[in-house]
C-alpha cells in the first residue's frame, strides 16, 4: 500500500497550494485520512483530519479558516486546499490513512503513511 502525496512547492507568504493525496494498492474509503506536517527540528504535527464520507473534518488551530480537506471517494482521493499560506507553514506535509473511519489527530491511529511533499513559504 502505498499513499502518494503531490502537490507541494514553493510559494510566497499569502499564497495558495493544493495538496492530493491517491492511495494506491487499496480503497481507503471506509477510513477516515489525515494531513500531518513536520518542520524542520520539529515534531511531525496533525494538521487536519477528514472522515471516511467527508461530512465531518477537523482543524488544528494553526490552519482554521484557510485549510480546507475534501476527499473524493469515487476517485480515491484526499485533498488539502491551503490558502494564505504563512512562512511557519513550512514543512513536509504527510497525508496518512487511518485505522478508523471517524476523524482522529492521533498519529498512532493512523496505519499508513504517504512519503510527505515539501511546502516552501517565503516571506
Known amino acids: 500500500v502505498q499513499l502518494q502525496a503531490s502537490g507541494g512547492g514553493l510559494v510566497q507568504a499569502g499564497g495558495s497550494l493544493r495538496l492530493s493525496c491517491a492511495p494506491s494498492?487499496?480503497?481507503?474509503?471506509?477510513?477516515?485520512m489525515g494531513w500531518f506536517r513536520q518542520a524542520p527540528g520539529k515534531e511531525r504535527e496533525f494538521v487536519v483530519g477528514?472522515?471516511?464520507?467527508?461530512?465531518?473534518?477537523y482543524y488544528a488551530d494553526s490552519v482554521k479558516g484557510r485549510f480546507t480537506i475534501s476527499r473524493d471517494n469515487a476517485k480515491n482521493t484526499v485533498y488539502l486546499q491551503m490558502n494564505s499560506l504563512k512562512p511557519e507553514g513550512t514543512a513536509v506535509y504527510y497525508c496518512?490513512?487511518?485505522?478508523?473511519?471517524?476523524?482522529?489527530?492521533?498519529?498512532?491511529?493512523?496505519?499508513?503513511w504517504g512519503q510527505g511533499t515539501q511546502v516552501t513559504v517565503s516571506s
Open positions: 496518512a490513512a487511518s485505522k478508523l473511519a471517524v476523524v482522529t489527530t492521533t498519529m498512532r491511529e493512523y496505519a499508513y
Open positions: 477528514i472522515n471516511w464520507s467527508g461530512a465531518s473534518t
Open positions: 494498492g487499496r480503497t481507503f474509503s471506509s477510513y477516515a
